[in-house]
Structure formats: C-alpha cells, structure tokens
C-alpha cells in the first residue's frame, strides 16, 4: 500500500475507493438517493444537491487519514472533518458529519478523539484552497503534506463532542417524544 500511495494519484485512488465500496463510477452522485448502510440492511436519504457536488471531498478525507467505510472509520473521518475545517456553510454535510462524529463519541471514544485531535493540526480538502484539479493529481502523500502544518486549531474537543452527540441523539429523542405523545392520546 506504501507504493500505492506515493505513486498513484488521489483521483486513481477515489476511482479505487469508489469501485472496492460499490459506490459506482462517480460515487453515486447522479443518483436520486444515497443509502445508508446500518448493519444488514440500508435507508435511502436524499442526495441533495450540496452532498452532489462535496460527496468528493469526503472520499478525499477518506483517502487522506486511511479510515474505511465502516461506522468506525465514517465516524473517525467525521471527527477529523470537524477539527480540519469542517464544511463552510453547507448545512447537510455539516449535519451528517455532526451526526456520524456523535456516533463515534458514544461508541468509538478513542478512534474519534484521535482523529479529531490529528484533524487539528491539518486543513481538510474543502479548506485547503486546492481545486478539485489540482487535488486530483496529486499522490496521497502529497496532498497529505499540502493539508498539514496549519497551526492547531482552538477549537475545544469537549465542545464538538457534546455538540455531535447532541445531533446523534436528537433523532431518538424526538421519536420516543413523539411516541409517548401518541400513547398518551390512545
């Protein structure tokens, strides 16, 4: 993998990325929905246009830490988007990545935190001012160098990780709130 990554570039690499995860040749952003994979089974959501046209930045945070597709590794990539830079003003991907980083603080601790605090000290694809062009043909290696030495961020880990959990939490939350409402009328 060491040879992977010093010679093919991030576009070889999300192209790879996408074909190993059956994510189809472009990630999947020209279908109507995106699934979510929850164990043996998946939820359609949406594929709003904002995660249309930034789902690539998340695959190149993907490629960039080495963290895979699995609830572990979307919740380490999360975290680490967070403290990189995080996603500007687009609200969904905000909330979906707030979403997973609360994940991975309930049930990932550490893998979470430590990605957070590595994100720190780096910028993250959609912060780094790179083009998608120019991020393409870069190795990893190289666009892992282009992201680093941003000095560390003041932003305080306990904050985002009672913040992400709060977002995790507010779905279940407002169910069972709902739920009780409707038994209390029957």
Not at 76 to 82: L, P, T
Not at 93 to 98: I, K, S
Not at 131 to 160: C, R, Y
């Amino acid at each position: 993998m060491e040879t992977t990554l010093i010679t093919q570039t991030v576009q070889q690499l999300i192209q790879e990325f996408h074909k190993k995860n059956n994510f189809g040749e472009d990630g999947g952003i020209n279908e109507k929905f995106a699934w979510i994979k929850f164990g043996f089974f998946s939820l359609p959501m949406p594929n709003f246009e904002s995660r249309k046209k930034n789902v690539y930045l998340h695959d190149v945070h993907h490629i960039v830490t080495g963290n895979n597709t699995t609830w572990k590794g979307e919740s380490a990539v999360s975290s680490w988007e967070v403290a990189s830079g995080g996603w500007d003003k687009l609200y969904v991907p905000w909330l979906l990545t707030l979403w997973s980083m609360g994940l991975g603080v309930l049930l990932y601790t550490t893998t979470t935190l430590n990605a957070f605090k590595k994100g720190l000290t780096m910028k993250n694809a959609l912060t780094s001012g790179l083009t998608k062009d120019e991020i393409n043909v870069l190795t990893v290696d190289q666009l892992q160098k282009a992201l680093s030495g941003k000095p560390k961020s003041n932003k305080h880990i306990v904050f985002w990780s009672v913040f992400s959990l709060a977002i995790f939490l507010l779905p279940f939350v407002v169910s069972s709130l709902v739920i009780i409402a409707i038994v209390k009328l029957l």
